[in-house]
């Protein structure tokens, strides 16, 4: 029989960090019992992603999640972080021994994506402090916040890029800060929020040997010292790197067939019949081992679940005996006691045996002890949990079979009423703030589209340029290049805000399931600060081509020109935010915005002399057929036309096409428009809530 020595898990020596934060969160110790996963396949199936899971993740600790690709790992990792949307979830979750408050627990953790969510507009402080100020008390100073944030910079190595901007990732081409400070600035940004638990997927990817080993080291300091607890996913990590990790969760095929420390997974898979060959590393091996998915896997899974279930019995039978010092605890001592000299720590062993399944794997025997410390301790730290470990029910997996089975599906990760510690006035002032900074700093947004404007300006003046008066030439052309100048106006704005929308909601997504802000103040901050860019396009636009073209050059004309026009590129932006809400695709979203587009140009009255009878209706739900008409109706109001023989023309406004000419005067035509910008402002904001309680966002 082999036993574990509880010696193998000695305190290692971090890095130097920086000097502390201030503040620490309570330590917070996560299990999991009998999760199972399956999503829905097209025919009809359920297809299983986790089996019966059963497991921790130790407070004060660094807990790596191990196995090949596709072998569950981001589905436990999204799961255990409680930020899991659709497919069929089973089992139960808790943290320090109570059932865990999905909604609650997701506003005291961080999860970090592998694809880090940023923005690329800001500085790594502004980042941090736009964090702060919304996620903190509005009550706590701005200096103590600000305080807050330099320190974190600090912790996280950040001080000498705090002023740069984050800058864009694209493709790996980064124009900003480095892969690895993007990645602290995420693990920052939890930190700011005195999130307990930190989820990283992924932590290392694209970084190189240094970086990666420099921040697992960062998340060990983080997990010892600052008392939080993290898990992360790793694929293939190095011999440095591993020397950081505290405890491995290993899955393969969806199924788990290790979760302890990580100094005695070796011990364990010896006993099991499979020995580590010295010139292999533990990760390798154990990679080798998962590898196995005929033999090894399917009993190496049976194995850990009947010591789960046997470490479920030793747990109820226990329960009435009084907690025991966390393992989390003792090692902290251990190391502010030995300045991380560590060796032989003392450890609270929880005497629990377990024995595994039959012989095989190479004829060693697999029985196994384990210290309180390796497989399956679940034990919170002394005065964090209401009292012993309950046994958990029967590992069934089936579904329903727990009674916090509910707990898991609602509320969804990205709740828009999420409890936000700031008030809208607070949340909508600050988002504002970071809006028009994004708006000026970047120059997509600026110099490409007032460039776009103004291309399309010259190119319709240089056709129309100077309208002449007479009769059927200054008739068509004025009808003609008002249809085109409106064009320019409807889609334009369209396309560029559906764009923006998109690269916003991935910002905006992470932030709302952080419960950074309510979504309305998103929705007002982001109308608010568009304006005056938008009008400064549209005098832009309206300016040049006005006086290129040439139309009626009287005051008045123009206002109602530039009127008319705002009022349209305002409603073809919230067509295009309209659009970017129907599809998570981008491409997606501009197909439909374009099917949109033709319909409203088509049916302005200039095209047709006629417009079937099943069509009519378009025009009447038209903005463009509305504005075109006010448009027309404004240029020829007045208008001096020569006739033959250069007669003029006694009532310009008689020549309006009859199509075009809706019976309208144009204060009303203006009045419908602004009527269908509110109705779609409202049916936006909407329709986004609706999205993102269904998590399509
Ligand atoms: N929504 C989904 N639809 C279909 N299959 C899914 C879905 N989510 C997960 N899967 C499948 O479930 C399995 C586990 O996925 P998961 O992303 O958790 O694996 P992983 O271990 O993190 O893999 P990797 O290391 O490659 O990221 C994979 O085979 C994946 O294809």
Redesign the pocket.
Known sequence: MATLDSGSSTPKTPRQHSPSLSVNPTPCEIEFRGVGFS?A?KDGSR?P??YNVTGFCGSCRLTA?M????????????ILACNIS??DLQGEILVNGSLVNPKEFRKQSAVVW?SDVLLATATVKEALMTSALLKLPQSMPHAKKEERVEQILSELELQHCKHTLIGEDVDGAVSGISGGERRRVSVGIGLVTDAHSIFL??PTTGLDSDSAEALISLLSHLAVVKRRTIMC?I?QPSSDICENFDNLIL?SC?RLLYCGAWSQADAYFEAAGFARPGYRSTAEHLLTVCKDKEHAVPRLALDYEQLAAARALEGKRSSAAPLQAAPSEVRLQAVASTSGQGSGAPRADAAGGAHGGGGGGGGASRHVSFTGDTVLHVRAPRGHMSGGLDAPEPVTGRKGSFAAAAAFVLPPPEEPDAEVATSHFYQVKVLSARFLRSWWRSPVNLVVQGAQYLFFAFLIGATYWRLNSELVAGTFDRVASLWFVASCLVLQPGNNACSIMYGQKPLLRRELSNGLYHYSSFFVAKSLTSLPFQAMFAALFNTAVYFLVGYQMVATKFVVFFALMFLMLLISETLGILCAGFHRTELVGLIILSVFYLPLLMFTGFIQTHTPVYFAWIKHVSYVAYGYSGLVKNEFGGLRLLGARDVPVPNASSLIPVNIENGLSITNDALVMLGILIGMRLIVYFQMLFAIRHHWL
């Open positions: 999503i396949t297809l992603i986790l999640c196995g090949a690709s596709g072998a569950g790992k981001s589905t436990l990792l999204k659709g497919g592998q997927d992924e996913t694929h899955l969806g």
